[in-house]
C-alpha cells in the first residue's frame, strides 16, 4: 500500500501540491467572501509574500518557516492598511479598488529588479515546499473555517453578510469585524504566495496579476461559498481540470468562463449544493415543467 502511495506521489506529485496549495488559497478567499468582500486583491497579497519569502530564504539565510509567515504577516499588514480606505467602499467600488492594489504590486515588482529580478523575475529558488506541509495547512485552514463558522465572530459575520446595516444598529463593529477578515484573508493568501515560491523554482509578476486573482475567487464561488468544503470541491475541480485538456489551453479558459456562468445561474449555492436533498430533482423536474409548457404554448 505504501508502495503505491510512493508510486502516486512520484506521477502525481506536482498535480496533489498545486491542489493544496490551491486549497489553501481557496479559503482565504472565502474569508474575505465571508464578510461580502469580492477581492481581486489576491494576486497582490500572493506577490507580496511569495517574493518576502524568497529575499528573506535566499539573502539572509533565514528559516523557511520563519520566511513564509513574515510573507504572510507582511500580506496581511498591507491589508490592514490599504482595509481601512477600501472597505468603506462597495460591491464594483471595492472589486476596482483591489484590482488597483494588485495592479501596483505587479508594476513594482516589473520594475523593482534588484529584489524581484524585473521581467525575467527570479528563478533557481531552493525547494523548501514539501506535500506534507501543503496538507498540514490544507486541513489548517478547513479547521478554521469550521471554528469561525460556529464562533461569535462568525455569527456576527452571517450578521453582517445578511444586512450591515442592522447589524450595525445592534451594535456590531461592521468596519472592524470587515478589517479583521480582510487582514486574515491576505495573511493566508501571503502564506500560499511563499510556499507556492518555494515549490515551483520560479516566480515572476506575472505570476500574480489580474487572471490569478480571478482562478482564486472562483474557487470558493464555484464549489459553493455557503458549504464548509465548498472552497475545497471548488479549488480541487479547477485544479484537476487543466490535466484533462492539455490538449487545448484555449479549451481550458472557454469551459471555466462557460462553468462560472452555469453555477451562477442554475446552482446559486455552487457544487456542494448537489449534494442537498432533491437538489437536482427538483432542477430537472423544473426544466421539464418549462419545456412542457413551451410545447403547449407552441401547439395552441
Known sequence: MIGLFEEFLSSYGNVVDLCLLNILLAYGVWLALSGNMFTLGTGGFMALGAYSSVFFTTQTGMPFSFAVLIGGLLAGGA????????????????????????EVVRVIALNWESVTGGAIGIVGIPRYTETWQLALLAIAAVYFAYALRHSHFGRSIAAIRQDDVMSQTMGINVLAHRLTLFGASAFVCGIAGAMAAHLNFFIGPTDFGLLRSVDALSYPILGGFNALLGPLVGA?????????LRFSNQWREILMGLLVILVVLYLPGGAMSLLQSDRLARIFRRRLIERHSIEQRAES
Open 236 to 244: 480541487i475541480f479547477t485544479t484537476l481540470l487543466p490535466e484533462f
Open 79 to 102: 491589508a490592514l492598511i490599504i482595509g481601512l480606505p477600501v472597505l468603506r467602499l462597495r460591491g464594483d467600488y471595492f472589486m476596482l479598488a483591489t484590482f488597483a492594489f494588485t
